[in-house]
């Protein structure tokens, strides 16, 4: 069973720092090479000096790199009172006002510390592949910081939203700390320290599966830690290690928006739509939509409407078409075939499809540059016009219930199959490993 505590979180010092908005960052793997300069020079403080400090191919060497110059930041910073420690365990109540698709939001949500264990041994149930770089990377952050920089998303069932009308009414009539991220994002943090609160929680929380929606790559770092304290011979049964920060929101809560990830490929033989159709054979019905990037929008309108998993938007550089190209029972009958090694509900996810039927199998693809994710249909346009890839495709995302599906069968969804907006911050909150 999953087991949550309470923490004695880090956090800034609005005295010294000023606006908490200044000095918090997107979480590390969505911060480009341009907004990383531009929260550094945002604030003195801003906490992408710890979570993603430049690297300075210059001046790197094994004493003095991104990782250790993190950790002297970090020291620094705790040492001069901008950062300092709550002074009772803490759980986070997290709220997120933000606007999607012409309507408003509220994400609902808590952070406190999860027990780990390796997936396939608890209630922790993964859904996404990960890589090795991204872990080794955290890894040698968590190393020299001995911290959780920022939390893991996970999901869990609460059809009578019992968890909802207690974080409610926790907080009806507090003040929260504030932030506004670049997207218009609204973070609301309230710190509770009552007792009676959290043992609620935790009771609420005790017999609940938890998915993990973001931070794969974080939550196997976190076991890889705890591992190597316990190796270390000071690891004991109440060591922090034993934990991770995680964030938990309800999987029927209504500010729970999955965003599709488009991909744009690079390798890809040039063809026309037509010789496209050819190749996906009778394993589609194909469509030609018409011509142009401008496109996009009405060919994504119509797949969305849709809701057809097995339903993709495909342009063709060499015409510069748009397709849209349907499952057939043929289709569905080879994608078995071609992927036995996975269940029915693997199978279906539109990502699946695209990337073990179509790219692989049909277009007989298998070495390809990892492709360029993008989330909206304006940036497939605009990255359409730049003419750099001869194929495209907009591809319907996973839903939670194919979260929880997938996961409770012991599978992995492709990677990038899910894009939970809006993404948590980081340094709203830092959970101390030590």
Same mark, same amino acid.
């Given at each position: ?89 803490? &759980? #986070? ?11 408003? =939001? @509220?994400?609902?949500? *808590?952070? !406190? ?115 190597? &304290? #316990? ?11 034993? =934990? @991770?920060?995680?964030? *938990?929101? !309800? ?184």
């Amino acid at each position: 069973m999953p087991e949550i505590q309470a923490f004695r979180g880090v956090r800034y010092n609005l005295g010294q720092v000023g606006s908490l908005s200044d000095v918090v960052s997107p979480p590390y793997d969505v911060i480009s090479p341009e907004y990383q300069d531009e929260l550094y020079k945002k604030h003195p403080c801003n906490f992408v000096k710890i979570d993603l400090n430049r690297i300075e191919p210059s001046n790197d060497d094994e004493r003095n790199n991104r990782y250790t110059r993190a950790g002297r930041f970090l020291r620094k910073w705790q040492g001069e009172g901008v950062l300092f420690t709550e002074g009772d365990p803490a &759980v #986070y109540i997290y709220y997120q006002d933000f606007s999607y698709a012409g309507r408003t =939001y @509220t994400r609902r949500g *808590f952070l !406190a510390r999860q027990r780990v264990s390796p997936f396939g041994e608890g209630q922790v149930f993964p859904h996404e592949e990960t890589m090795p770089g991204p872990k080794l990377d955290r890894l040698m952050l968590m190393a020299v910081t001995k911290m959780n920089l920022s939390p893991i998303f996970g999901l869990y069932p609460d059809p009578d939203k019992d968890t909802e009308k207690l974080l409610d009414k926790a907080v009806a009539d507090k003040t929260p700390l504030q932030a506004v991220d670049k997207q218009g994002v609204v973070h609301r943090l309230w710190p509770v320290t009552d007792v009676a609160l959290i043992s609620a929680l935790t009771a609420l929380m005790g017999p609940r599966p938890v998915f993990i929606a973001d931070g794969h790559h974080r939550y196997e770092t976190s076991c890889k830690y705890r591992d190597q &304290v #316990y190796d270390s011979g000071i690891l004991s049964a109440t060591h922090p290690a034993n =934990y @991770t920060m995680m964030m *938990f929101v !309800a999987m029927e809560d209504p500010g729970l928006i999955v965003m599709p990830t488009h991909r744009l490929f690079r390798g890809v033989p040039e063809m026309t739509g037509g010789e496209l159709a050819a190749k996906l054979g009778a394993c589609f019905t194909c469509r030609v939509v018409d011509e142009g990037p401008d496109l996009a929008p009405q060919v994504w309108e119509e797949i969305e409407t849709e809701g057809n998993q097995g339903a993709v938007g495909l342009f063709t550089r060499k015409d510069n078409c748009w397709t849209i190209a349907t499952i057939t029972p043929a289709g569905q009958a080879r994608m078995a075939e071609v992927a036995e090694d996975h269940n029915d509900e693997w199978r279906q996810l539109g990502v699946a499809v695209l990337h073990r039927l179509i790219i692989a199998e049909l277009l007989g693809c298998t070495d390809l540059p990892k492709p360029t994710y993008v989330h909206l249909v304006e940036e497939v346009v605009s990255e359409l016009k730049t003419g750099e890839y001869p194929l495209a495709a907009l591809v319907m995302p996973a839903t939670v219930d194919h979260v929880r599906q997938v996961s409770l069968r012991g599978e992995r969804m492709p990677a990038k199959s899910t894009y939970f907006y809006p993404k948590l911050l980081s340094g709203l909150v830092l959970n101390p490993l030590e």
